[in-house]
């Protein structure tokens, strides 16, 4: 089994700064297998990022994702309120598995 | 549209079986994969297997092999994930999510989720 480490656990920061999410995987993970998901209290999580790079559909673009192997970001530019949530990676090879999660909250 | 709606919430006695379901629609049922997911009280995701509509072949994690069965009705485009041998552990909000046309591929729409109460 894959394990995904996310760090940091939370991240304070104000609107307008730039956020900077880590994953790292315990072996090599194909960047065509590797994503990103939002997710608000009370909702179903969201796709943000696919084959770690590629915006999913109606993202917009002051998300970016990069990484390749066993370390990938995600970053967002210039946080807007909206982006206040809680960020997952996940790989989804033959056995999908997801990060523990990091909490961008508003300092 | 695509859309994916879970049946309601359950409460469950230790050691009883929890069936949930996962109605899809406004594509192809049989042509995308759909993953179950289940998030613990402030828990991270935890992938629990996935079934081919097409055919109804599953594929089940480890840590659920033996407890989890995967199923489809097509009639319907409703996709069955039923968990037995339930502890107080498996209360958590359990969820469906359409992959891609094969197995290895992003989860690109969820459903409400369902919450799955194991109490005595």
């Known amino acids: 089994e894959i394990v995904l480490t996310q760090s940091p656990g939370t991240l304070s920061l104000s609107p307008g700064e730039r956020a900077t999410l880590s994953c790292r995987a315990s072996q090599y993970v194909y960047s065509s297998y590797f994503g990103w998901y939002q997710q608000k209290l009370g909702q179903a999580p969201r796709l943000l990022m696919y084959s770690a790079s590629t915006r999913a559909t109606g993202i917009p673009d002051r998300f970016s994702g990069s990484g390749s192997g066993t370390d990938f970001t995600l970053t967002i530019s210039r946080l807007e309120p909206e982006d206040f949530a809680v960020y997952f990676c996940?790989?989804?090879?033959?056995?999908?598995?997801f990060g523990q999660g990091t909490k961008v909250e508003i300092k | 549209q695509v859309q994916v709606e879970q049946s309601g919430a359950e409460v469950k006695k230790p050691g009883a079986s929890v069936k949930v379901s996962c109605k899809a629609s406004?594509?192809?049922?049989?042509?995308?994969?759909i993953h179950w997911v289940r998030q613990a009280p402030g828990q991270g995701l935890e992938w629990m297997g996935a079934?081919?509509?097409?055919?109804?072949?599953?594929t089940y994690a480890q840590k659920f092999q033996g407890r989890v069965t995967m199923t489809r009705d097509t009639s319907t485009s409703t996709v069955y994930m039923e968990l037995s041998s339930l502890r107080s552990e498996d209360t958590a909000v359990y969820s469906c999510?359409?992959?891609?046309?094969?197995?290895?591929?992003?989860?690109?729409?969820w459903g409400q989720g369902t919450l799955v109460t194991v109490s005595s």
């Open positions: 999510a359409r992959g891609g046309q094969v197995r290895e591929y992003y989860f690109d729409y």
């Open positions: 079934i081919n509509p097409g055919d109804g072949g599953a």
């Open positions: 406004g594509y192809t049922f049989s042509t995308y994969f």
């Open positions: 996940q790989q989804y090879g033959s056995s999908p598995s």
